[in-house]
């Protein structure tokens, strides 16, 4: 038997009421933080998907454009090769 029916005066029943809708709002809003993350998630999955996309075009287009990407593509290596060694000389 549920504990409302057993409850033995109004305001014992609006208590239990009160407990069963904070907890069923608890519940939604569980609910709806993990849609929002979902939502974040795929957002950045397309944003992701069309960037590969329009590097696999650039990389096919033609021998300028590899050039480019090749400069491009050592220019970020080095820069993070960079960047990490003045992290670690920063931590010590």
């Keep these: 038997m549920a504990d409302w029916a057993r409850a ?3 305001g014992a029943v609006e208590e239990i ?3 069963e809708n904070k907890r069923m709002a608890d ?3 569980s609910k709806v933080t993990r ?3 979902d939502s974040d998630f ?3 999955t397309s ?8 590097f696999s075009t650039m990389a096919r287009s033609g021998r300028d454009n590899r050039k480019l990407l090749c400069g ?3 220019g970020l290596i080095v820069a993070f090769f960079i960047l990490s060694y003045f992290l670690s000389r920063a931590r010590t």
């Design 8 to 10: 033995q005066s109004p």
């Design 17 to 19: 009421l009160d407990r």
């Design 27 to 29: 519940s939604l809003a």
């Design 35 to 37: 849609l929002k993350s």
């Design 42 to 44: 795929t957002s950045v």
């Design 47 to 54: 944003l992701l998907t069309g960037s590969v996309k329009r």
């Design 72 to 74: 491009m593509a050592v």
